[in-house]
């Protein structure tokens, strides 16, 4: 899924290189090694890899659905190289690489692929479970890069404003720097990869956070999903009627947390004072109720905020991937002090899913909060680091506003939430973007991410 004709650019800038705080630069031959005019695109390279020089890196996760996904992935690349009689190529799993928690972020895998394909490779092709590659494709498009030099190919995407899932990058002019659509594949020839490699050994990441890269079966019913959604007195009037105007109504299982009862609503006081930010106290009051006996038992708990726009039918088809006696923890994911032995975390506002062996596996660990205001989503991927327990990153929650997000991005996906308020009506917003006409949206909708262009 690389394009025939990726864009070029003349210059490596590594910590401009990948995630959204540190945004990518899309093709890239160095300009240490001499810039190439754009008709060298064209030239068939006397250095053409054949398969055994590709190494390819599927961007899989340890939950045994992705594991599942990903084991397909492969067997299909390989079948495809059967039929071009050539040796097989390397096809890696990359959860199953090494032990480090933030492969997942791709920096910190770098030096161990390079330490063990810089020598015999040519170049290292990332794809996520669900890009389809056509290998014939693939090897004519390096066949046009000159092997030898540094090159970063992929398909572009940019902004189309600054945006806080970036920390604002590039604020002036946001559409000049580009990054990569990971789910159309990528590719690092070896001595980029090389460089790159040396970069992160030699010269940490200045930053300590790690923002997202980038279904099939018959839907849960909703009776299976508790949702609670965590609001607070003063948006009792603002917030709460924009979740009973859109979403609510989906819900079979619902409750409202909040520091004042309010029966109108009705809320349910926790008996924890509202924060400003972190609401840890409250989340892990949240879960205790949970698993306790004044709610029903559900296999599936969903936790929200009173901004957070969410389609309940499309999660109701995601949650058919996954098997509830698993400890899933599944929504998007960032990561904190990855390049230093740190951790992954569901990030609050998109929505945090736990099945309910997550919960209860959480609970019973020594894991709590450090104080009411701590930030609950952090805390809980503490908690899950020191319990051996993976966090499963599902690029269709959305911790930001439609507009914060390439449209690039979202036209090959159908999402299943958006947070905040800021600046948009949040009803129009989610009728756009989240409501589906009944029976509008099959089991299988959600593959719209699903794209070949290779």
């Known amino acids: 899924m690389i394009p025939e004709n990726p864009d070029v650019v003349h210059t490596v800038a590594f910590y401009l290189l990948f995630l959204s705080f540190v945004p990518a630069i899309i093709a890239t031959s160095s300009s240490r090694q001499g810039s190439q005019n ?44 059967q039929s071009l009689t050539q040796t097989p190529p390397p096809v890696l799993l990359l959860h199953s690489l090494t032990d480090n928690e933030g492969d997942w972020s791709i920096l910190p895998v770098l030096p ?60 002036e002019n946001p559409s000049i720097f580009k990054y990569p659509d990971f789910s159309a594949a990528w590719a690092l020839s070896i001595p980029l990869l090389d460089r790159l490699a040396n970069k992160v050994r030699d010269d940490p990441l200045k930053s300590d956070f790690t923002i997202d890269l980038k279904h ?17 007195k003063k948006f009792h009037t603002e917030r709460v009627p924009v979740v009973k105007k859109t979403w609510e109504r989906e819900a079979s299982l619902l409750e409202y947390y909040s520091d004042h009862t309010d029966p109108s609503i ?14 840890c106290g409250k ?32 999660l109701q088809m995601l949650l058919s991937c996954y098997d509830p006696s698993e400890p899933v923890c599944l929504g998007e994911r960032y990561g904190y002090g990855l390049g230093q032995g740190g951790y992954s975390y569901i990030t609050g506002g998109g929505g945090m899913v736990f099945s309910r062996t997550a919960v209860v596996r959480l609970l019973a660990s020594d894991c709590k909060c450090y104080s009411n205001d701590a930030p609950d989503d952090m805390v809980l991927g503490m908690c899950l680091n020191a319990l051996g327990l993976p966090v499963t990153h599902s690029s269709l929650f959305h911790q930001a506003r439609p507009e914060d997000y390439s449209r690039d991005f979202l036209a090959h996906q159908v999402p ?33 991410s699903t794209k070949e262009e290779l």
């Not at 190494?55 to 390989?78: G, K, P, T, W």
């Not at 099939?216 to 607070?232: L, N």
């Not at 009705?266 to 609401?279: A, C, M, S």
């Not at 109720?289 to 309940?312: C, F, H, N």
């Open 416 to 448: 299943i939430s958006f947070h905040k308020h800021w600046n948009i009506d949040p009803i129009a917003v989610f009728n756009r973007w989240l409501k589906d006409e009944l029976g509008s949206t099959s089991p299988h909708g959600l593959n719209k």
């Open 216 to 232: 099939e079966g018959e839907p849960v019913k909703k009776e299976d999903i508790f949702v609670a959604v965590k609001t607070c």
């Open 38 to 81: 754009q008709d060298a695109k064209a030239v068939l390279y006397d250095s053409q890899p054949d398969l055994r020089e590709i190494v390819f890196v599927i961007q899989s996760q340890s939950n045994s659905f992705h594991v599942s996904r990903a084991e397909r992935q492969r067997a299909d690349l390989l079948q495809q190289t």
């Open 112 to 171: 161990y692929l390079s330490l063990l394909f810089g020598k015999n490779s040519s170049w290292l092709v990332f794809l996520e479970e669900e890009t389809n590659v056509k290998v014939t494709k693939l090897l004519q498009a390096l066949r046009k890069f000159d092997r030898r030099k540094e090159w970063f190919l992929g398909k572009p995407l940019h902004d189309e404003e600054s945006t806080i899932i970036h920390h604002y990058a590039f604020a």
């Open 283 to 314: 989340t892990f009051a949240i879960l205790e109720r949970y698993v306790g006996d004044a709610v029903p038992k559900t296999r599936w708990l969903l936790v929200v905020d009173d901004d957070t726009l969410i389609s309940l039918p499309r």
């Open 266 to 279: 009705p809320t349910i006081d926790l008996g924890v004072p509202n924060t400003e930010r972190g609401h």
